[in-house]
């Protein structure tokens, strides 16, 4: 056997292009790697965004495809399931609090404290350019049941005051004073919520930018849940109890006219 060197181009065409580094074999196919590092957007919204780029702008030759994969992969599947981890806790608060107060009203009530927390997380999320990422809905769970926990505190102290209202006061005055007994504990729940979170705002190193996305919902929220528990829960209850004398006059109004027929 004789031994003798050819010139490369006398056996294939060599020229110099713009091509993926290695082929690797993924599932029997052969598959070529590109790893974007993004900054500023999570990692769904990025792809989704790459999608509508590519497919208006990407013709690829038959047999070939592309996958999305990485992070990207963890972070829709944690979305995904966190999409029914959500409805379906406050489906589990609302039932729990039903059981608790044995009203359908005050459950709800109480419940409406979790989309005023939202208003003041998000405002507070936007502020802060954070993204929709699973850290931060975290962050919207821990503060719906803080919300929550300081809605039932108002509601049972407007409940205990309206129990043991002494004659003459009306129930005005009754939900007034219920709101007004525990102010200064559920003001001091709230800023102890708000204040140690502020230092985990403030820290900057190693693991702060998963902290910060889940604190930034709960001091935001905090604000406007408590707005809303300090007054308007209060206002609510009088109302309902306007609504309910309204339709026991109605209701006897009935009775009385057919009774007169």
């Known amino acids: 056997m004789i031994w003798r060197a050819v010139p490369l181009g006398d056996i294939a065409d060599v020229s110099v292009r713009k091509m993926p580094e290695m082929i690797r074999n993924?599932?029997?196919?052969?598959?070529?790697?590109?790893?974007v590092a993004v900054q500023g957007v999570t990692g769904p919204d990025y792809v989704e965004r790459a999608r509508q780029f590519l497919a208006k702008n990407l013709t690829l030759p038959t047999g070939y495809s592309v996958e999305w994969t990485g992070m990207y992969e963890y972070a829709a599947a944690a979305q995904a399931r966190l999409q029914l981890v959500v409805p379906l806790t406050l489906v589990i608060m609302f039932g729990l609090l039903v059981l608790a107060f044995g009203s359908v009203a005050e459950s709800g009530l109480i419940l409406l404290s979790v989309p005023f927390a939202m208003v003041g997380g998000v405002f507070l999320q936007w502020m802060l350019g954070y993204?929709?990422?699973?850290?931060?809905i975290v962050g919207?769970?821990?503060?719906f049941a803080v919300a929550v926990q300081t809605g039932i505190i108002m509601v049972i102290?407007?409940?205990?005051?309206?129990?043991?209202?002494?004659?003459?006061?009306?129930?005005v005055e009754a939900v007034i004073a219920g709101s007004a007994t525990r102010l200064r504990p559920k003001l001091m729940t709230v800023a102890t919520t708000i204040l140690s979170l502020i230092p985990v705002m403030l820290s900057t190193g190693s693991g702060m930018e998963i902290m910060k996305p889940i604190a930034a919902p709960s001091i935001g929220g905090m604000v406007t849940s408590t707005l809303h528990v300090l007054f308007m829960t209060p206002c609510l209850f009088v109302i309902g109890e306007d609504i309910r004398r309204w339709r026991a006059g109605r209701a006897a109004g009935r009775s009385a006219i057919r009774a007169s027929a």
Request: aromatic share 14%; proline share 0%.
């Open 26 to 35: 993924d599932n029997g196919t052969l598959a070529g790697f590109i790893y």
């Open 131 to 136: 993204s929709m990422t699973t850290a931060v």
């Open 140 to 143: 919207y769970i821990s503060l």
């Open 157 to 171: 102290f407007i409940r205990e005051a309206l129990d043991h209202r002494a004659d003459g006061v009306s129930y």
